[in-house]
């Protein structure tokens, strides 16, 4: 039961990590309901960086063409600078405010459920009332506006806001095309959930024991490979249809967690 727990687990990471709907929310809630019991987080903070090597993995021409060219192409610097600078705003946040936020409402239902509602709320406003798009490659991001969306990042600190869906937005707001935003938000990702996978778990360390190696391997490698599957049909969804369907996915999902907290059931 605990590796059929772990492999459920695993794809839900994997199919919500870049989806602007929360995955830690949503890992936080199944495990609730089904039960399972995560010392420490070990095992959600593993399989979270499973969904980061699918990214990783999905775009690793990209990445090896900037490693590459590093040493001696402008472009390839200006991208690696862009995301760097993207990353430091969350970073601080996290440096001097991430424990006090966990330690206040990391698994906190109901600012989760209202972390729903008006993610959704505002996911829609911005998608009717955003700016023409002037960003249409998330290589070619202004670094201003990419530190801009950065901002917007460490918004997800809040349990329910979604790393993802807070740079969605921003990317939007600042003028990215909606395949760019997305595409940034891929991206960004790297290094903000390597830097976190790698401060957690040191964190920790203690806790891995070999007792539990099989079902972080489930976990881990059915997240890896959800997510593999759901990135690119992602981007080309929004790129047809925008964001307003997971902006009602979320409300929809709010109110029936805020129903299920008063009825008792969670």
Avoid at 100 to 112: D, F, S, T
Avoid at 226 to 253: M, N
Wanted: charged share 15%; hydrophobic share 60%; aromatic share 12%.
């Amino acid at each position: 039961m605990d590796l059929l727990a772990a492999a459920l687990l695993g794809i839900v990471q994997g199919l919500t990590e870049f989806l602007p709907i929360s995955s830690t929310a949503h890992l936080l809630i199944t495990e609730r309901l089904i039960g399972f019991n995560d010392p420490s987080s070990l095992f959600t903070i593993t399989i979270q960086f499973g969904s980061v090597l699918a990214v990783m993995w999905l775009y690793r021409e990209k990445l090896f063409h900037v490693l590459r060219g590093l040493p001696s192409d402008p472009e390839a610097r200006r991208f690696a600078f862009m995301i760097l600078l993207a990353f430091v705003p969350a970073a601080v946040v996290a440096k001097f405010y991430g424990e006090q936020v966990k330690g206040l409402l990391h698994g906190n239902l109901k600012v989760i459920a209202w972390a729903f509602i008006v993610g959704g709320v505002v996911m829609l406003v911005v998608e009717r009332l955003r700016p023409k798009p002037l960003v249409f490659s998330a290589d070619r991001t202004p670094v201003a506006r990419a530190v801009a969306v950065g901002c917007c990042q460490a918004l997800a600190l809040v349990p329910g806001v979604s790393r993802s869906g807070a740079t969605i937005i921003g990317g939007l707001l600042f003028g990215l095309e909606r395949k760019a935003a997305a595409e940034f938000s891929f991206f960004l990702a790297m290094p903000t959930m390597g830097a976190a996978f790698a401060h957690d778990m040191w964190e920790v360390r203690h806790s891995l024991t070999a007792d539990r190696g099989a079902e972080i391997a489930v976990g881990f490698i059915l997240a890896f490979v959800a997510a593999a599957l759901v990135v690119k049909p992602f981007l080309e969804y929004v790129g047809r249809s925008g964001f307003a369907p997971f902006a009602w996915y979320r409300i929809a999902a709010g109110i029936a967690l805020l129903a299920a907290i008063a009825a008792g059931w969670i």
